[in-house]
């Protein structure tokens, strides 16, 4: 779980899991699209969230092609979240949004 912690820790990282999860299955190029960085520093980040196991690479004829792992974030969410009363954790987040919205 340490890994997965440093994985999501950088917020290039979540953006590379957001666009994973927006759209499953890009190659290094659509994603490094996306991203104001060279293709290296992507490939970088890409192979921090592969050892925590986040995403996996599926090499399709001379590309890879990158899928979202969502079930370490699922094991986070049973062992941290799920231990606290998710009752009052959702009444407060939707309590914090609907105040967002409201305009002053």
């Known amino acids: ?22 759209k499953n299955g890009q190659t290094l190029n659509a994603l490094s699209g996306e ?7 992507v490939t970088k980040h890409l192979a921090i969230l592969e050892e925590a196991n986040l995403v996996t690479a599926i090499r399709n004829g001379r590309e890879k092609e990158h899928y979202l792992n969502p079930v370490p974030i699922n094991e986070i969410a049973e062992r941290w979240i799920g231990k606290f009363e998710r009752g009052r954790l959702n009444a407060l987040s939707n309590l914090k949004k609907r105040l967002e919205r409201e305009e002053p």
Do not use: C, E, W
């Open 1 to 22: 779980m340490d890994a997965v912690f440093r994985a999501l820790a950088d917020p290039t990282r979540r953006q590379l899991l957001d666009s994973l999860h927006a």
């Open 35 to 41: 991203i104001d960085m060279t293709r290296q520093a």
